[in-house]
């Protein structure tokens, strides 16, 4: 189903748009407008799923076990040696 809608586009956007249709990367300027718009809506999800699953992270550490400041500076300190002597130095 297609449903008709005017918008309204900045004279370099049209350039933009009548180019791509002249050039033949696509059949219309609606065609370039569609196009447009999915892409929009793809990189929307991507970030809404993005954004859901740093929500999931974040939830599911809070549930875990947290570590004193001092416990958390002995465990850097032991990481750092231990890379320290994995180099040599």
Known sequence: ???????SISDQ???FARKLVEDGRYA???AVVQRGIELLREE??????ERAALR????????GEFLTME???????AMIEA???AYGL
């Open 1 to 7: 189903m297609s449903v008709k809608a005017s918008v």
């Open 56 to 63: 999931q992270l974040v939830e599911d550490r809070m549930k």
């Open 83 to 85: 890379n320290r002597k």
């Open 44 to 49: 929307t999800e991507l970030k809404d799923a």
């Open 13 to 15: 956007q049209d350039a």
């Open 71 to 77: 416990e958390s500076d002995r465990q850097i300190a």
């Open 28 to 30: 219309s300027l609606s």
